[in-house]
């Protein structure tokens, strides 16, 4: 078969085994086990991936001890009672011809005491950078008990049918921290010399390889802070893994980057530059004989990876956040379909940002991560019943909706008011950094040629039009608009903005749009916490704006803290000049000045300003609902036009109302957030 990714779709063998491409779906979180089992809901997200071409599996970290339970959804630690319940999940993989490891971590000092109780273990007692706690440093004794924990584990992956495992060393990880001085003040064999701080892994990794047998596959994961002073430089870490590689310790080392100290580089967002890990990756290239080195960090694509394997600077590479999007990534750039790959974001608001509140994991843009066993994957069977499927409205729920019915077999039209597809989430793509979200919008533009949606642009849709059309199911997307009252929810007795009617004010949505004429000072109003305010600001800046940022909140970017973006932006902001304003209001505008109010003191303040622009909550634009109720005309409404909330759930309403339809239950039984019927 040809391929436009040669050294991608190239086999090769690691440790007796062979794996079918270069592409690995690496290690994290998923955090979907029950009662620390893996059960159905795991199985399928990982099974999906395997059928999806993935060459590779490493299944999320096993925490090995008491002492690093880290999350709610973490394996059992030291309970054969994983055994079977992984059994079940490795013999699916290996069905769908995928290789299929587990990671082993201790995360050390950086513990989650709400999570563990127990104290953090670590070499010398420093305190944790995950919560506010000190650690405990370890005694002999419990050094010899993590180790043979390690071990332990490993022998339960082996017989719950794991091709291997893969030793945690990364982050700031345990084996990180006896790696690092500043970590590591021991005075005895396990700390000083590179030697006894390289004793505790050579030990794990060699207990490992005895117990479990050379055709057992060990591999290592490690990553790089360049910007930190207390990590290993570059030329430390290289020694170190150079050495595990020459004692035959290990058969890969995955090379991330970031950690605690560099955390928003640790899952990149858009706000960095793809191939993260490959500078690491590409050292130790040069270096590592025996084992083979895989590159992981922001590498979304296929194209990221065949660059990076021409290149020479890795042997395989890990595909994470690209194969949550797009669990058959692998399977359509092998056969020839790249385009077909639903792009990811980089924007982490559904993966980690549901992870990092202990949630199991999902994808702004693919609902079905996590419902994998409840959809039947992320695959679409063709109906036995074709239906004339009319969409009203081309945001985010609208394209989702049209494009699964068109999968399904449907035939389906969409109508767009405007002219062009993607409503105010083409908007958030204008902003800085953020043109992937264009790119998905040509995606669903793509599919619908493919399947044959007809597109109406410039189509303004009303009752009688749904009529007149004779559709069998009508789904209405119409979205949300801003308000224009200037109402801020932080100041709930005022209905509306005193001197609003001076002019000059305008919302982020017509901003974005090029639809507002702004002065020279502009001062943005954010209570969304998010990109819509944030990004809008960016953007202003950039255009040589002077901008003073208002929120209410504690601190800028607020929800983006749960993406680990929001550090990274508040640093680009303030080097664009923005300023900010936190825990403060607009008490009212003077038309050429605003004036804020702190929440702390009541302290007022002049600010001068030519425009004033509102990130707010928006209102639900359900017109056509409520004419359509009028008319009994049934129809499914999905997205913002129910309730304005985030993307992510106008996809997973748009995806459930086009699955609905001639499925075996109703399509008004659940299917969407808002049904009517006549």
């Known amino acids: 078969m040809t391929t436009s990714f040669p050294k991608t779709f190239s086999e090769i063998t690691l440790a007796g085994h062979r794996l ?52 709610r959804g973490n394996f059992r630690t030291s309970d054969d009672s994983v055994i079977p319940a992984f059994k079940r999940l490795t013999d699916s993989v290996k069905q769908h011809g995928a290789v299929i490891v587990q990671q082993l971590y201790h995360v050390g000092s950086h513990g989650d005491s709400d999570l563990s109780f127990h104290p953090h273990w670590s070499p010398s007692g420093g305190p944790s950078y995950h919560d506010s706690d000190g650690s405990h440093a370890m005694t002999e004794d419990e050094i010899e008990e993590t180790i043979d924990a390690f071990v332990k584990a490993a022998l339960r992956c082996r017989a719950a049918g794991f091709d291997g495992v893969e030793v945690w060393a990364a982050y700031g990880g345990l084996l990180d921290q006896f790696w690092t001085p500043f970590y590591n003040r021991r005075e005895d064999r396990w700390g000083g010399s590179l030697e006894n701080r390289t004793r505790f892994s050579r030990e794990i990794l060699s207990r490992i390889r005895h117990a479990c047998g050379p055709d057992f596959i060990i591999g290592l994961t490690v990553s790089d802070e360049p910007g930190c002073p207390t990590a290993l430089n570059r030329d430390q870490l290289t020694e170190i893994v150079a050495g ?10 995955t090379c991330g980057s970031g950690g605690y100290f560099d955390y928003g580089s640790l899952m990149p967002t858009f706000l960095y530059p793809e191939r993260l890990g490959v500078e690491l990756s590409a050292r130790l290239k040069q270096v590592v004989r025996h ?93 036995d019943n074709p239906q004339l499927v009319l969409v009203v409205g081309g945001g985010p729920a609208g394209l989702e909706a049209a494009r699964v019915a068109a999968e399904r077999g449907h035939r389906v039209i969409l109508a767009e008011a405007s002219d062009r597809l993607g409503g105010a989430f083409r908007l958030a793509g204008e902003q800085p950094r953020r043109a992937q979200i264009l790119d998905l919008i040509r995606w669903y533009e793509t599919r619908f040629e493919k399947l044959g949606v007809e597109v109406r642009f410039n ?31 932080a100041m709930p007795d005022r209905p509306s903005l005193a001197g609003i009617e001076q002019g000059n004010v305008f919302s982020a949505e017509s901003v974005m749009a090029r639809q507002a004429r702004l002065g020279k000072r502009v001062v943005v109003v954010d209570e969304t916490g998010g990109w819509k305010g944030c990004g809008t600001a960016w953007k202003l800046a950039e255009q040589g704006h002077e901008v003073v940022l208002v929120t209410p909140d504690a601190l800028i970017g607020k929800e983006l803290q749960r993406t680990s973006a929001d550090v990274p932006l508040r640093r680009t902001l303030s080097m664009l000049g923005v300023q900010f304003r936190t825990e403060t209001s607009i008490a009212s505008w003077q038309g050429n000045a605003a004036i804020l109010v702190s929440h702390l003191t009541g302290k007022r303040e002049t600010v001068g300003a030519d425009s004033l622009v509102f990130s707010t909550t928006n209102v639900a634009a359900n017109w056509l609902a409520l004419e359509l109720t009028e008319l009994a005309i049934p129809f499914v409404e999905i997205g913002d036009g129910v309730a304005p909330r985030q993307a992510p759930y106008a996809f997973y309403e748009g995806r459930r109302a086009g699955m609905a339809i001639g499925a075996a239950e109703d399509t008004r039984n659940g299917a969407t957030a808002k049904i009517c019927a006549a």
């Open 291 to 383: 084992a083979l080195v895989t590159a992981e960090s922001h590498i979304r694509t296929p194209e990221n990876a065949e660059i990076t394997l021409g290149e020479g600077a890795a042997d395989l590479v890990s595909i994470v956040r690209g194969q949550i999007a797009d669990p058959h990534l692998a399977n359509k750039a092998r056969l020839g379909t790249p385009e077909d790959i639903r792009g990811c974001l980089s924007c982490n608001q559904m993966c980690w940002g549901r992870r990092s509140r202990d949630y199991w994991i999902s994808c702004l843009i693919n609902p079905s991560v996590g419902r994998e066993a409840e959809w039947g994957g992320d695959r679409f069977e063709p109906v």
């Open 244 to 253: 595990l590689d020459e004692e035959r310790l290990i058969d890969y080392v």
């Open 20 to 71: 079918r491409n270069r592409i690995v779906f690496g290690a994290h979180t998923a955090n979907m086990s029950v009662n620390g089992l893996p059960g159905d809901q795991t199985t399928a997200y990982y099974v999906e991936r395997a059928i999806g071409g993935a060459a590779m599996i490493v299944v999320e970290p096993m925490p090995v001890h008491p002492a690093t339970v880290l999350t």
């Open 459 to 489: 189509t303004y849709i009303e009752g009688s039009d749904v009529a007149e059309i004779g559709a069998d199911v009508v789904i209405v997307a119409t979205g949300s608009l801003p308000q224009e009252t200037g109402f801020q929810k």
